[in-house]
């Protein structure tokens, strides 16, 4: 019996202090329309690129609707798009290109700066990560159509992209 006990004791600190490296998660940036009709941006294209490589390597491309996959959000002129796909947002470690086909225009983000940061989330039955560890990486700048916007503070906003017509 004194046995047995030992062993559950000895494996539940073991597991209580067990910790793994995650890496924060890539802030999504909205993209934000400034002067728009709504028709000409109720539906626009994603497309996802490799960073870097001048717009050459597509890699994903993904419809935007309205009502559908995302969410928009007026007020006045300005319309702020947010995706609801989090695996379809744009985030840094790609280049991303906005088509609106209404207009035949393309909208080039790219060069999107940000941290890189990781943390050490514990596992185990007396874990205070029990309900998961999160953090996200702070965007400090990106392009807009090889325009530079750098930015203050990121951790509590949101990110917008602001797209004038």
Request: hydrophobic share 40%.
């Amino acid at each position: 019996m004194s046995r047995t006990f030992f062993i559950c004791i000895v494996l539940a600190f073991l597991f209580s202090n067990c910790q793994t490296k995650v890496g924060c998660s890539e802030k999504s940036i909205q993209p934000t329309f400034i002067g728009f009709n709504p028709s000409d941006i109720d539906t626009f294209f994603l497309w996802k690129f490799n960073a870097g490589d001048n717009f050459r390597t597509r890699i994903d491309t993904f419809p935007v609707f309205t009502g559908q996959n995302a969410v928009y959000t007026s007020s006045g002129d300005t319309t702020s798009v947010l995706i609801t796909n989090n695996q379809r947002n744009i985030k840094a470690g790609f280049d991303w290109q906005i088509y609106l086909p209404s207009l035949q225009r393309i909208i080039s983000i790219a060069d999107i700066q940000s941290e890189k940061n990781s943390m050490k989330c514990g596992w185990g039955i007396f874990s205070m990560d029990k309900f998961g560890c999160d953090c996200n990486n702070l965007v400090f700048s990106f392009n807009i159509n090889s325009t530079p916007y750098h930015l203050i503070d990121t951790m509590y906003a949101p990110v917008y992209a602001y797209i004038h017509n």
